[in-house]
């Protein structure tokens, strides 16, 4: 059974830092791609960072471009999403999953049903 485990969320001002964290219960080698959605209220999930190992391709929403950066640690089965320059409208639920469908970053984030796996979500509140 896979199990994602989201961590390292909280309150921040603007301007600030955060790293997220995403334990995955099994290989990270077993997916194809692996990302960071995230949810504002009254706003649809959208994709804002996707890495994909068969082409090790990324994808990362123009709004986070040069801000976040997606990572992966394979020993400790472990995902990353570093958040720099944090901005109120970064302020969401974020959630990590994964896939084993074979794909880009960029379709993958298209098909979001690609992504099997879905952690609980850790909440990113950034403050003016």
């Known amino acids: 059974q896979v199990q994602l485990v989201e961590s390292g969320g909280g309150s921040v001002q603007a301007g600030g830092s955060l790293r997220l964290s995403c334990a995955a219960s099994?290989?990270?080698?077993?997916?194809?791609?692996t990302g960071w959605f995230r949810q504002a209220p009254g706003k649809e999930r959208e994709g804002v960072a996707v890495?994909?190992?068969?082409?090790?391709?990324?994808y990362y929403a123009d709004s986070v471009k040069g801000r976040f950066t997606i990572s992966q640690d394979n020993a400790k089965r472990t995902l990353y999403l570093k958040m720099d320059s944090l901005k109120p409208e970064d302020t969401a639920m974020y959630y990590c999953?994964?896939?084993?469908?074979?794909?880009?970053?960029?379709?993958?984030?298209?098909?979001?049903?690609?992504?099997?796996?879905w952690g609980q979500g850790t909440q990113v509140t950034v403050s003016s």
């Open positions: 999953a994964a896939g084993r469908v074979t794909s880009t970053a960029t379709m993958a984030v298209r098909r979001m049903t690609d992504f099997e796996y």
């Open positions: 099994v290989s990270i080698y077993s997916f194809a791609c």
């Open positions: 890495l994909c190992t068969a082409d090790w391709s990324t």
